[in-house]
């Protein structure tokens, strides 16, 4: 505080107050001259000591709180390190008032402190440190208006620590919730780092500052299976919640916190132990403290001391999502962009084929097939690579808005996600050119490291649209855990005899029949030759024609569902999906068929790939105003 700011409070001129603080006042009012000294004793301030800085002690500490500490033990940790330092403290508290804290400032400065911990009442601190820069004080502010430097690396880590927690439990869709406090943006920091270093794609609507409806609704979908709580009572409000909804922790949805030595912690109400890390306020204290000596000693940038070691205290609130826990589908396979061509009619070579429209959506045999069992209301783990591009973003969002599990799904640097070019003819029928990109690295190691993505699996979809490696391995854990395998050959024209006895069910097209069997036999005698290599069951889909099984007892054709053409692209993939949902549901191998029968029908009525195919709800309730007696196991 200088002469000119006192002289801007009384509402006089600096050589006014200069004339009064060196008892030169003769001409001067009684009135001026008590208001003027009443504002010098007020902000504490000494003629010429900002500018000379002669008053300055050694060793002497002010520390600045904007509000009471009350549970807090932060000034517990300051003390201790300045003691063991040799040095003195002065407290003060400007009780949430901004005026109150420039009067703090302004005694610290008149006390001849060299160094100050400052925490902000608000955002307005220009002014203060103006005073302490001009005084030639060390500073450093903390707070929910301070610079943070010091304060939040170990929320900041905590945060990064629980989420991790979760993450390692396998669970993806993992919200946080927030409260106000000093640690609430540094808490934030490390949520958000921790998913983007393993590749969870961050969503704004996922944090929550309050426990509201729109929350609950999320966990009771599986929309939201973990949750991260800044402060300990948030998580003792949340638990009370979820028993009040009989939602049960951790089966169904999984919680961690922070619990440190404030009053939300020593009053909160614990129905039920929480996994947390505890936090002192006084590990903070300690290393402020020790920030602050660094600065006047060494005449260097305050840095955080060592973080305190962080621990989970229990894992009794956490454990694996519920959809994992559940028996489940596993689908390993193509993830793409999916470009889609409108023509008259398909590209012939030599022609010039114009493109009436065209259109970008998430596909791949993948990504179709999982939304595909999704929305047949079955848990879905999806396994495959996509590039760092905008795309895969754009990929993660449509299959977290369907429920799919996405914790098998890593981003490459330096990589594009797949692409497919799709034609669509006027009469429906399509053709695909591939580019596969990130596909190219679902590997025999990759899947290896995702094992434990296959627990409680049921049925394992896999598609010939990455490494032939990475399809036997597929099989190989899958049945491992004694899940059937279903495998659609889209792209190949052999396929080793090592992994045709790994597949239980195969679906190739009659094309794809004829390019693996080549030659005059029937079709019969042709998926004859795919049993004798070792494969359980084989079934033929032939467009409007239908599809045929094929097995070591059983021939039977299928006759195709009355539906209008429009897009046959993920007609396959609405058949693999739904049969293994059906499948899985009990239903013997000839209704799961005529069951798939329909989604496959529904699908190609609809444009697009992922886009048309059907929910269960819709399905049957078509199935049942046709041929009721289908759903009847």
Known sequence: MNIKDIATLA???????????????????????QRVLDIVKEYHYSPYAQATNTNKTPYLLAVLFSSPLEYDSTLDGVLEVAQKKDYQVLVFNAQGNLKQE??????????????????????????????LKQAGVSFVTIGNFGDQEVLSLTYQKAAYKLTQALIDQQHTKIACLMDGGRQTKAFLQGYKECLFDNNIFFEADMVFSEINEVLINQINTHRISGVVSSHYHKGTEFTEWMRNRSVRIPKDVSLVSIQDDSADTVFAFTPQPISTIKIRSADFGR???MAIIKKIEEKADASMAAVPKLQLNNTDTIAPPYELSQPRVVVVG??????????????????????????????????????????????????GKTGSDSESDHIHQELDRYNVTTQGITRMTNMNTGKAYIYIAQSGNSTISLISGANNYVTAEYLEERRQLFQN???CLIQSEIPIEGVEKACDIAHAVGAQTIFKPATLKTIPKSLLAKIDIILPNIDELNELQPGDDSLVDKA???????????????GAEGSYLVTRDKQQQ????????IDNTAASDAFISALSVYLMDGFDIVKAIRIATYAAGFCVAREGSSTSLIDRKSLEAYIRQQNHELLEK
């Open 334 to 383: 193509s993830i793409n962009v999916d470009t889609y061509l409108s023509v008259v009619t398909l590209p012939e070579t030599g022609q010039t084929t114009p493109i009436s429209a065209s259109e970008d959506i998430p596909g791949g045999r993948g990504v179709n097939q999982a939304i595909g069992v999704a929305l047949l209301d079955k848990p879905v783990v999806l396994i």
């Open 528 to 542: 004859g030759k795919l049993l004798q290599s070792g494969v359980k069951t084989v079934i033929v889909t032939m």
């Open 102 to 131: 420039l009067k703090n400032i302004a005694a610290a400065l008149s006390s001849g402190v060299s160094g100050v911990i400052w925490e902000p009442v608000s955002a307005v601190v220009e002014r203060g440190k103006k005073l």
């Open 11 to 33: 509402g006089v001129s600096p050589s006014t107050v200069s004339k009064i603080v060196n008892n030169k006042d003769e001409s001067i009012s009684a009135e001026t001259r």
């Open 558 to 565: 299928f006759p195709v569902a009355e539906f209008p053409l």
């Open 287 to 289: 290393s402020i403290c």
């Open 457 to 459: 699996c049921r049925y």
